[in-house]
């Protein structure tokens, strides 16, 4: 049934979609078998999965949404496709994205945007978030049953409010980047999207798993010390029916907040209070200047990664004469001028300026400095002490703070489509970078969040909002919790 939904709707959120037919299809009745006789290799045996198209696999093309790598397959799979493949599940085809993950709406795609599924109250077209917009959108029109994409500063958790679907970000280094197409690798990571908290926790107890090939693979000694955390009588009550602190950050309550917005925030504390768990106002002075932060380190890791696209270790070669000397003859400008779009050189020219000797300082060093005291802000407000940085000797607990925060995943609903692919004089290019206001600073923290849909009545009918759940670091399963109580 879900592979016909990827032909009969076009949402364009597949790249490369599941062929018709092949062997996937024994495979899903095999599967089928094994859960019969109560046998499942786990619980996405024979489950459709599709994975975002910077996510290496051997059989399909991996384009990155990208002119430049149009004709790209990998010759391996990524850590994260031969551990779903493993576990039963079959690679459901390759979602389309913002061109190698930049952008926030998925209309910065050489194979063209992706429509949401969900449409606004006048049924016109809007964004489905980005960057891993296809993904949110094949799972949010049971094109699949979960799907994997990237989070870097949101791509996953603002694609996931917008259709109403579940994204889940882990925390940094848990999940291998092996075989992901590196954008920013200090803030990359692989999340999963599905239809509920529950679907992806299963998903993410699958892909956890240290990699030796992925150097910023959490090591086993690491992992142990966070379960050593997590399991110690003082945190392991949050996991059973404890009640929770939750914290609500009042430097998240900014004017371009909508009124749904704001309405299921609302909804959401007080949904939590019922259950018996008290809620926190907290302050977080320096998530201000988060949004600025990321823009400059993104860019910055981007304009390196980037490099190896120049048409001789990767990516496709422009047509011409190859460095005959005039101004259209060079192999690598022709290359890169003609296979990156705007946003991507946007980012490249940014990039290598924030990394240039005489701006270094300025930016780059600067940007590095303000990431640590978004991490600090965090840390002073979760009662749970960071589990890699706390002594031995230590408490790992304080009094009086929170066990998680909870914010909305977006300011507002998703705009129009045609609105945002217009051009007009009055736009910006950096204007959609304020969508990702809330979710920036859990990506430079490495801190583990989730955005879960919630429905609040409107006066045109039910509006949809992402709300988000942010933990420290390794506390990813108090965190999978608190987003299946807000479902
Ligand atoms: N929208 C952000 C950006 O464009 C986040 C992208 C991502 O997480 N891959 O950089």
């Given amino acids: 049934r879900c592979v016909a939904n990827q032909y009969a709707h076009n949402f364009n959120a597949f790249i490369t979609p599941l062929s018709r037919t092949g062997s996937w299809q024994d495979r899903v009745r095999e599967a089928d078998a094994r859960r019969e006789e109560g046998n499942p290799k786990s619980p996405v045996d024979g489950r459709l999965i599709s994975i975002k198209d910077n996510i290496c696999t051997r059989e399909l093309p991996t384009t990155c949404a990208s002119k430049i790598l149009d004709k790209f397959t990998s010759p391996f799979n990524a850590t994260v496709v031969d551990q779903l493949e493993a576990a039963g599940a079959i690679v459901a085809g390759k979602t389309n994205l913002d061109e190698f993950g930049m952008g926030s709406n998925s209309i910065n795609s050489h194979f063209g945007p992706v429509r949401n599924p969900r449409r606004d109250s006048s ?52 999940i291998s980047r092996w075989g992901v197409v590196a954008y920013a690798n200090s803030l990359d990571t692989v999340g999963i999207i599905g239809k509920t908290a529950g679907n992806v926790r299963d998903i993410f107890n699958i892909l956890n798993l240290h990699d030796q090939r992925d150097p910023t693979s959490l090591s086993i000694p690491s992992r142990s010390r966070i379960q050593a955390a997590i399991e110690s009588p003082q945190l392991a009550s949050r996991l059973n029916s404890a009640p929770l602190r939750i914290g609500v950050p009042k430097e998240y309550n900014v004017s371009e907040l909508t009124s749904s917005v704001r309405r299921a925030w609302a909804l959401s504390l007080a949904h939590l209070k019922k259950q018996g768990h008290t809620v926190h106002s907290v302050s977080l002075p320096d998530t201000k200047h988060a949004l600025s932060t990321y823009y400059v380190l993104g860019p910055a890791e981007a304009s ?13 070669r422009a047509e011409g004469p190859d460095g005959d000397g005039k101004p259209d003859g060079y192999l690598y400008s022709n290359t890169r001028g003609q296979g990156f779009g705007q946003e991507v050189k946007r980012r490249i020219v940014l990039g290598t300026f924030t990394l240039s000797a005489g701006e ?14 978004v991490q600090q802000d965090f840390n002073a407000v979760f009662a749970a002490k960071h589990p890699l940085e706390v ?30 692919m217009s051009k007009s ?27 879960v849909p919630v429905t609040v009545p409107g006066e045109e009918g039910a509006e949809l909002a992402g709300i988000q759940v942010i933990g420290q670091y390794g506390d990813d399963q108090l965190v999978l919790k608190v987003g299946e109580m807000l479902e």
């Fill in 391 to 420: 002594e031995h000797t230590d408490k790992l607990i304080r009094e009086h703070d929170v066990d998680v925060i909870i914010c909305p995943t977006a300011p507002s609903s998703p705009s129009r489509l045609k609105d945002l």
């Fill in 123 to 174: 049924g016109e077209d809007v964004s489905a978030g980005g960057s891993s917009g296809g993904s949110a959108a094949s799972v949010a029109a049971d094109q699949c049953f979960a799907s994997i994409g990237t989070d870097t500063g949101g791509s996953v958790r603002l694609p996931a409010a917008y259709t109403g679907t579940v994204g889940f970000k882990p925390s940094y280094g848990l």
């Fill in 304 to 316: 390196s990664n980037l490099a190896k696209f120049d048409g001789v270790r990767y990516g496709s």
């Fill in 425 to 451: 004089a009055d736009k910006s290019p950096l204007d959609p970078y304020v969508g990702d206001v809330f979710t920036v600073p859990a990506s430079l923290a490495g801190l583990p969040a989730i955005s």
């Fill in 360 to 373: 270094f300082d300025n930016y780059f060093i600067q940007a590095q400095r303000v990431r640590r005291l």
